[in-house]
């Protein structure tokens, strides 16, 4: 090969260290299931590549553990919450919310004769609380490390639509969050009709209101784009002239954080609707992603029902056509990035520090198959 061959081949390689990461997941909050998929039974389920269970106590918290009986394996799935705790179907051995064995047949401290409930008899649990209608599961360290992130528009009903989707991909988590970082792909995956754009990244100690305890923890990451456009786009464009809807600029304004992120939308400078974007990581590139939008409503029941169509139902079919292109992409392929990719890069060295937390304060029983086997999964 001759200087200059090599000399091009050095050029085009991708950059060291952007990918190592593609496949990994960050200590934060995701999303376990949907609150009202989980009553009074326990309900299988598998996150980072483990198969876990899903019940509610006594005081109706949902508890998120590992599936099979520390016992001799049985899935507890498969039994049923007596007095506050699982028990399992096999030898009806029960395990309070925070992982103790709380009873088996026979043993009794009460009774000197009879051996007490062995030590090592313990499931491993996942910090969980639940918001937005979502079961939510801590991963990455024994105690989670900020909460989960505030939308308060989710919580007003009064001035705000609720709609809320899911869809499942075939990609890793980064590969969809850093999705809203990609300023490129809107016009030729949306039909965004944009003349141009600008990325913005925001001072990590000047957050919103509203993220500041994010912020206080390193976990927030302030971006934003805006985008100069000639019209509404895609088929709803249609409506929305009809309606007498223009627009030149479009603002988002991403509060991310390393699970997630909300992305605000503003039309002209008029806040029309936030979107909440947060996952499940069930597997190797295998991602539920879920959508919640707080829809503004309009004057008038016309035009909040427009509102809702224009916004809610067009981001939910925008939203497929992200996923059709991630379910066929290689989750650590690519590397050659432009000046427009740099948020997509600072949000990779910002996730970066948040894998780095799983390794370094999470020696826990339940591993993540999906990223390096040495790496610890919680607590």
């Known amino acids: 090969m001759s200087g200059d061959s090599r000399q091009e081949q050095e050029r ?48 109706g918290q949902p508890v998120v553990m590992e599936r099979y009986c520390s016992h001799l394996g049985a899935s507890l799935a498969k039994g049923k919450v007596v007095e506050g705790c699982i028990q399992c179907p096999f030898h009806n051995w029960r395990y309070d919310s925070t992982g103790a064995c709380s009873h088996v047949p026979g043993h009794s401290t009460a009774v000197p004769r009879l051996e007490p409930i062995p030590p090592t008899a313990r499931q491993a649990v996942y910090p969980t609380t639940e918001r937005y ?78 993220q500041e305890a994010l912020a206080r923890e390193g976990a927030w990451f302030g971006a934003g784009i805006d985008f100069h456009v000639e019209r509404y786009f895609g088929p709803m464009g249609i409506v929305s002239r009809a309606l007498g809807l223009n627009m030149s600029r479009m603002n988002l304004h991403f509060d991310g954080y390393p699970g997630g992120c909300i992305m605000t939308v503003s039309l002209d400078g008029d806040m029309k609707y936030r979107l909440f974007q947060c996952v499940t990581p069930v597997d190797k590139d295998e991602t539920v ?91």
């Open 12 to 59: 085009i390689r991708p950059a060291l260290g952007v990918n190592d990461i593609t496949g990994q997941t960050a200590a934060s909050w995701y999303v376990a299931m949907r609150s009202d998929a989980l009553k009074d039974k326990p309900v299988a389920l598998k996150l980072f590549g483990q198969p876990l269970v899903a019940w509610r106590n006594a005081s």
């Open 133 to 210: 209608g979502f079961v939510w599961v801590w991963y990455g360290t024994q105690v989670p490390l900020f909460p989960v992130p505030e939308m308060p528009e989710a919580e007003r009903p009064r001035d705000f639509m609720r709609l809320s989707f899911a869809y499942e991909t075939q990609t890793s988590v980064l590969r969809i969050i850093e999705n809203f970082y990609d300023a490129q792909h809107a016009a030729p995956v949306h039909q965004l009709p944009i003349t141009a754009f600008e990325l913005k990244l925001y001072d990590e100690s000047s957050p919103p209101a509203d």
């Open 289 to 379: 992603m879920h959508m919640l939008l707080a829809i503004k409503k309009g004057s008038g029941l016309a035009r909040s029902a427009a509102n809702f169509v224009l916004f809610g139902l067009q981001t939910w079919g925008a939203a497929g056509y992200d996923v059709a292109i991630w379910n066929n992409m290689k989750s650590d392929a690519g590397g050659a990035f432009s000046k427009y990719d740099q948020l997509i890069l600072k949000y990779r060295t910002f996730y970066r520090r948040w894998v780095n937390k799983v390794s370094q304060e999470q020696p826990g029983p339940v591993r993540d198959s999906r990223a390096d086997s040495r790496r610890s999964a919680h607590g």
